[in-house]
Antibody
Framework: QVQLQESGPGLVKPSETLSLTCAVS????????WSWIRQPPGKGLEWIGY???????NYNPSLKSRVTISLDTSKNQFSLKLSSVTAADTAVYHC?????????????WGQGTLVTVSS | EIVMTQSPVTLSVSPGERATLSCRAS??????LAWYQQKPGQAPRLLIY???TRPTGIPARFSGSGSGTEFTLTISSLQSEDFAVYYC??????????FGPGTKVDVK
C-alpha cells in the first residue's frame, strides 16, 4: 500500500520560499507521476504541478514562475519549492500519486500539511 | 484552461436516499474525469476515474456516468459516512489539471 507523508515548516514569512517534502513508502518513486495539490482553508483544490522519473516537471501556468518540483530517488521522496509567497499561498498542501501512469486522476494522497504565510 | 463547474453547491439528502451530483466541463474532456470524496480534516479519496470506473475498495453504491462535457456521480443509497464534499477533476487537457469547486452533501 502506497503511503505519502508531507513535511516542512508550517509558517513561512511573506516574500520567502515555501519548501515541502513528500516521503513515499510502499512503492518506488521511479514509477508513476507525482503531484502537489493545495487547498486554501475552506476552499477547493488547486493542482500545482507534477514530476516523474526521467521526465520534466509540468506546472500550473498560474504558478509556473514561482514553482520548482524535484525528485530525490535516493530517499524515495519529492519536493516542492514555491518562491515569493504571499498570504494567498496559505493552504493545506497535499502530495499525491497519480492513479495510473501519466497525468491522470490522483489515487493516493498524503494527509496534507497546513502552511501559513504570515510575518 | 478547462473550467469545471459543479451543481448544486449543496445537496441536502436524507440517509437512504439517492444523491445525484453534476459536473460540467467548459470543453470536452472525453472520459478523462475523476470524482473524489473529502471529509473534514482528511485528504480527498478517489471514488471514480475514467468517468465510470471504481477503484478497488470503493462501494458499489457510488457510480459515475457521462462523457464529453456532462458528468454525473450517483450515490444510490446514502450512508452516514457519505456526507462530505465531492469534487470532480479533468485530466484530458493539461496543464493545468483542474478540479470543480465541489458539492457539499449534507443531512436533510
Amino acid at each position: 500500500q502506497v503511503q505519502l507523508q508531507e513535511s516542512g515548516p508550517g509558517l513561512v514569512k511573506p516574500s520567502e520560499t515555501l519548501s515541502l517534502t513528500c516521503a513515499v513508502s510502499g512503492g518506488s518513486i521511479n514509477s508513476y507521476y507525482w503531484s502537489w495539490i493545495r487547498q486554501p482553508p475552506g476552499k477547493g483544490l488547486e493542482w500545482i504541478g507534477y514530476i516523474y522519473y526521467g521526465g520534466s516537471p509540468n506546472y500550473n501556468p498560474s504558478l509556473k514562475s514561482r514553482v520548482t518540483i524535484s525528485l530525490d530517488t535516493s530517499k524515495n521522496q519529492f519536493s516542492l519549492k514555491l518562491s515569493s509567497v504571499t498570504a494567498a499561498d496559505t493552504a493545506v498542501y497535499h502530495c499525491a500519486r497519480h492513479y495510473s501512469y501519466g497525468p491522470s486522476s490522483f489515487g493516493y494522497w498524503g494527509q496534507g500539511t497546513l502552511v501559513t504565510v504570515s510575518s | 484552461e478547462i473550467v469545471m463547474t459543479q451543481s448544486p453547491v449543496t445537496l441536502s439528502v436524507s440517509p437512504g436516499e439517492r444523491a445525484t451530483l453534476s459536473c460540467r466541463a467548459s470543453q470536452s474532456v472525453g472520459s478523462s474525469l475523476a470524482w473524489y470524496q473529502q471529509k473534514p480534516g482528511q485528504a480527498p479519496r478517489l471514488l471514480i476515474y475514467a468517468a465510470s470506473t471504481r477503484p478497488t475498495g470503493i462501494p458499489a453504491r457510488f457510480s459515475g456516468s457521462g462523457s464529453g462535457t456532462e458528468f454525473t456521480l450517483t450515490i444510490s443509497s446514502l450512508q452516514s459516512e457519505d456526507f462530505a464534499v465531492y469534487y470532480c477533476q479533468q485530466y484530458n487537457n493539461w496543464p493545468p489539471l483542474t478540479f470543480g469547486p465541489g458539492t457539499k452533501v449534507d443531512v436533510k
